[in-house]
T-cell receptor, first 114, second 113 residues
């Protein structure tokens, strides 16, 4: 079946502009995660959605970052007034509900802020 | 919150040798410990996981051991092959009752032919 998809695959933007990154999780997966991976670095947790519960936003680095998940499916990560340090690969993952399970990652969006 | 430390950050081995990556965690309530492999330019993928009701799990050339008392777990790869070259991330279930894990900082494994 279809895996996690993300769009765009690459995004180049000017400093100060806003960007939106999209994630389509695997159908039926109620848990959705966003991570940031800077070049050669680890997986930095950003935000986590689980069904209709309030999202865990504890990893968002600043108030310029926000995310929403509409209808329990598609999620959008928005970065306002982008800065050069926001340049990274943004990865989305989803997993099914219940006891903690494997996370299935999307291909990521490579964001470059010039 | 959970804190996961991973060592070494880089590891080079000769093809056919074994590789061991070690992780420690801080939250004694954690019960789930997955390992992900990320090949260059690709997405992370789960290769093996272990829950706290067992001390060891094996899948072909890959094994994971868990010591809950000491709060550490390790990944063992035997008879390494060039295709094992990748970055490996350990992770531990985060506290708070959420379906979330905290990742280690990663180990870049290079298998030299």
């Amino acid at each position: 079946g279809a895996g996690v998809s993300q769009s765009p695959s690459n995004k180049v933007t000017e400093k100060g502009k806003d960007v939106e990154l999209r994630c389509d999780p695997i159908s039926g997966h109620t848990a959705l995660y966003w991570y940031r991976q800077s070049l050669g670095q680890g997986l930095e947790f950003l935000i986590y959605f689980q069904g209709n519960s309030a999202p865990d936003k504890s990893g968002l680095p600043s108030d310029r970052f926000s995310a929403e998940r509409t209808g329990g499916s598609v999620s959008t990560l928005t970065i306002q007034r982008t800065q050069q340090e926001d340049s990274a690969v943004y990865l989305c993952a989803s997993s099914r509900a219940g006891t903690i399970y494997e996370q299935y990652f999307g291909p990521g969006t490579r964001l470059t802020v010039t | 919150g959970e804190n996961v430390e991973q060592h070494p950050s880089t590891l080079s081995v000769q093809e056919g040798d074994s590789a061991v990556i070690k992780c420690t965690y801080s939250d004694s309530a954690s019960n789930y410990f997955p390992w992900y492999k990320q090949e260059l330019g690709k997405r992370p993928q789960l290769i093996i996981d272990i829950r706290s009701n067992v001390g060891e799990k094996k899948d072909q050339r890959i094994a994971v051991t868990l010591n809950k008392t000491a709060k550490h777990f390790s990944l063992h790869i035997t008879e390494t092959q060039p295709e094992d070259s990748a970055v490996y991330f350990c992770a531990a279930e985060s506290s708070g009752g959420y379906q979330k894990v905290t990742f280690g900082t990663g180990t870049k494994l290079q298998v030299i032919p």
